[in-house]
């Protein structure tokens, strides 16, 4: 056992083995993203669920760490890049493991998209990472995902089944990566990866239930857990679209002893009332 391990430990709920990542590091891309505007705020939702982790850039760790619960994965997105830069899918490190461990990170995380001109540095920047972080026993999640000029489809299953088997070669102990939509494919490469496999979710997309069956679907096919930020925290209900990304990781049960809890303590009620939910999930058209 590493010693990473043990806090990787810490990122999969104790009775369901999976993880809910909640990624509010979105602001160095795009700027002023509407939904994501207000970090305090989307901190306090994510804070009313049973998620595991929270991946945040560092001047939002180093501004907002007394925010994310003690209980809960602090990831530090040591990546970025603007929409801005010619090519946008260039990624640079912003940020070395220790200071992420200075600012109160439990785990890092990278980002290398492959398949295009830069994909010789994101790689070994990946790799230093990989090695930086482990001799600091702290574990790395890579969002690794196929993006650049050339790439047609950003989903295509062997593009994808290649970010999975990329991440467990270089290290990696969890990789997110896009869906393929290619069950049988996909699961024998998360089958045959040393790192477990989140899901990533990309752009809002306007139909939020077949995103779900989407995000169903990869679970379904071996993915352990959700990366999604954008398909949450711009919904025209992200409490509701967050309890739905619960329930598809963690079932019904977990999320209401999760908002039982927060009853108890007399926390906002999450309300995991199945029926309130299903009513609110058909008031929003999904
Ligand atoms: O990991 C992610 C961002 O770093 C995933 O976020 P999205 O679900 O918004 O694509």
Redesign the pocket.
């Known amino acids: 056992m590493h010693g990473s391990d043990r806090k990787l430990a810490r990122l999969f709920h104790p009775v369901t083995g999976k993880a809910v990542v909640a990624?509010l590091?979105?602001g160095v891309m795009e700027g002023m993203l509407t939904g994501l505007e207000e970090l305090p705020r989307l901190l306090e939702l994510v804070g009313d669920f049973p998620v595991q982790g929270i991946?945040l850039n560092k001047g939002a760790l180093r501004a907002h760490l007394a925010d994310v619960p003690v209980d809960v994965m602090a990831i530090a997105?040591l990546s970025g890049g603007t929409r801005h830069c010619q090519p946008p899918y260039a990624r640079s490190l912003m940020c070395s493991t220790a200071e992420a461990l200075r600012l109160g990170a439990d785990m890092v995380?990278v980002?290398v998209n492959i398949a295009n001109e830069f994909e010789d540095r994101m790689l070994a920047d990946m790799g230093a990472i990989v090695d930086e972080a482990h001799g600091l026993g702290v574990p790395v999640l890579a969002?690794i995902a196929p993006k650049g000029e050339r790439v047609i489809n950003e989903t295509d299953p062997s593009l994808i089944n290649h970010c999975i088997r990329l991440g467990a070669e270089l290290g990696a102990d969890v990789t997110?990566v896009p869906y393929s939509g290619d069950a049988r494919s996909f699961g024998r490469a998360v089958a045959a990866s040393s790192a477990r496999v989140l899901v990533?979710?990309?752009?809002s997309r306007p139909d939020f239930k077949s995103f779900a069956t989407m995000v169903e679907a990869a679970l379904g096919a071996g993915a352990c857990g959700t990366?999604?930020?954008?398909?949450v925290f711009q919904h025209p209900n992200p409490v509701e679209a967050m309890r739905r990304i619960v329930e598809i990781v963690h079932g019904r049960e977990v999320l209401e002893m999760a908002a039982e809890a927060l009853r108890a303590l007399g926390v906002a009620d999450v309300s995991a009332d199945a029926a309130a939910a299903e009513a609110a999930r058909d008031a929003a058209g999904d």
């Open positions: 990624p590091d979105h991946m997105q995380a980002q969002l997110g990533t979710g990309g752009p990366c999604i930020g954008r398909n």
